[in-house]
């Protein structure tokens, strides 16, 4: 007679999968607690790292003879059977397993037998997922750093259609001086260029292997380091065991440099915002990156541009919450570590996703010259022309040019007229030296063009900084093509 099988409250479950490190222990964490400690539904992401990484280890293990050249190829064709099935989205993801590192090394296992669970000789997850994020953050700043290049180009594409379009500059949101909106553009192609500068350097920070640490102080296998970074493609090996088990610095080199992009991404959107809305009319987008209000049938909103500033702050987060992670650890490796992946990866994420939509914006946008050019000729913009008109002409000093000057913008706002609006006589009014020339001065298009020192917004001036600009692109294109 069978027995029956006990239900309820009180019935007994079965046991749990033991972890892989559980034969030290005499009883093992709930479900729970497992699922708790689980980083598998965060780092899967990173199999194709981890795959390379194992690959090249195996490879390693069988040059100095501590895996059998036949082992080494059921690994590295286990493994490709592996990475083809993840590729193809057929591979089954093992919950149980506690991260990417136990997944594949389980389903390895599986497949190919003892060779498979022979593939961890000389290795530790420490060292492991450190090399796996070093992989990942080179292939991630390669991928921004074609992404970001695509708008540097858009950029200097658009200032080389705009080099005679005048608008105003500020400062504090105050018409200041007429510049060109090439000028302006460039400004932004600069900003973007350092951004590639920080990125070149992140991927070089990564470009180092700390495969062969082990758990925090080598080990004791014959292992070639050297040779399992040539594999991996990378420049050097790590120095220490201890620090390259426990250095996330090169994430936050990653993270830092996406948050500067970022606040540059989202300096741009403001200024777009604003540049879109009736009071600027400096700019239209395209329908395809603006969207409507549900009651108000007339609106279109800048949308894709304030959500490109609104994910600054979650950019800026993740760069925080990772120095925060890191601030109070000893050395070597400790759990919280786990917490390391998620601002990266969502940073990442979202600066790569915020690239492609301004590029695409402003590639669609149309930039309204005549408005432009009508808003540059309000806001007294001359009145500094005006002044060294005086100190060129008539010698006076600049002081006592500025406050004459000054004088004579408060006689405007009182009567609402402009500069332009003012004749020679009531110039000489304010001062008798002012000549019939004096009105030159006053001509927008005139006072762009005095600006012509370098970096400055006469289009003479601008045609140089395309021009090293340009140069600047090549070479950083020529750069990425070689090195990264």
């Known amino acids: 007679m069978t027995a029956a099988v006990p239900k309820g409250p009180g ?68 493994l490709d059977g592996i990475a083809a099935e993840i590729q193809a989205g057929t591979f089954t993801w093992d919950n149980a397993t506690e991260d990417v590192h136990m997944a594949i090394e389980s389903a390895l ?20 997922i450190a090399t ?21 180009r858009t950029l200097i594409e658009l200032a080389e259609q705009h080099v005679r379009t005048v608008l105003p500059g500020y400062t504090h949101l105050q018409k200041a001086q007429p510049i060109n909106l090439a000028h302006y553009l460039l400004a932004y192609a600069q900003m973007f260029a350092r951004d590639f500068g920080r990125v070149k350097a992140a991927h070089d920070a990564a470009d180092v292997s700390p495969l062969g640490s082990a758990a925090l102080a080598g080990t004791g296998y ?6 399992a970074a040539r594999e991996l493609g990378f420049a050097d090996v790590t120095i220490n065991a201890t620090d390259s088990v426990s250095d996330r610095d090169f994430l936050l080199d990653a993270l830092y440099a996406a948050s500067v992009c970022q606040v540059h991404l989202s300096r741009l959107s403001e200024e777009i915002i604003l ?24 609106k279109k909103n800048p949308d894709f541009a304030e959500l490109i500033r609104g994910k600054t702050g979650r950019v800026l987060g993740d760069l925080q919450a990772l120095l925060v992670t890191l601030k109070g650890l000893p050395l070597a490796y400790n759990k919280d570590m786990q917490e390391d ?8 994420d979202t600066l790569e996703a915020c690239l492609r939509v301004m590029t695409a914006m402003l590639a669609s946008a149309t930039f309204n010259g005549d408005r432009m050019y009508k808003a540059a000729t309000g806001g007294f913009m001359a009145a500094t022309d005006l002044a060294d008109y ?58 762009v063009e005095q600006r012509a020192t370098p970096g400055g917004t006469a289009p003479k001036a601008v045609m140089r900084q395309l021009e090293l600009t340009k140069e600047q692109f090549n070479e950083d294109e020529q750069e990425q093509a070689l090195f990264f």
């Open 132 to 152: 796996d994020e070093r992989l990942y953050i080179k292939r991630r700043m390669r991928e921004l750093a074609t992404t970001l290049n695509t708008l540097r």
């Open 222 to 227: 014959p292992l070639d380091r050297e040779y």
């Open 390 to 447: 005086l100190v060129v002409k008539c010698g006076v000093p600049f002081r006592r040019a500025h406050e004459i000057v000054g004088g004579i913008v408060l006689t405007c706002e009182r009567q609402g007229r402009t500069l332009q609006d003012l004749s020679v006589d009531e110039l000489q009014g304010f001062y008798m030296g002012f000549g019939r020339d004096a009105e030159r001065a006053l001509v927008i298009d005139k006072v």
């Open 11 to 78: 019935a007994s479950k079965p046991a749990p999968r033991k972890p892989a490190w559980s034969g030290r222990f005499s009883d093992v964490p709930s479900d729970e607690l497992l699922a708790f400690g689980a980083s598998l539904p965060v780092d899967r992401r990173l199999w194709r790292e981890d795959i390379d990484g194992s690959k090249a280890h195996a490879r390693m293990l069988a040059k100095q003879g501590v895996l059998t050249y036949e082992e080494m190829r059921d690994v590295v064709r286990g």
């Open 341 to 348: 992946k998620e601002p990266v990866f969502d940073a990442l």
């Open 109 to 128: 296992t599986a497949r190919i037998g003892e060779a498979g669970a022979r593939l961890h000789t000389g290795r530790s997850r420490n060292d492991q």
């Open 275 to 298: 540049w879109s809305t009736e009071e600027f009319g400096f700019i239209t987008l395209s329908d395809r990156y603006a969207t409507g209000s549900s009651i108000m049938p007339q």
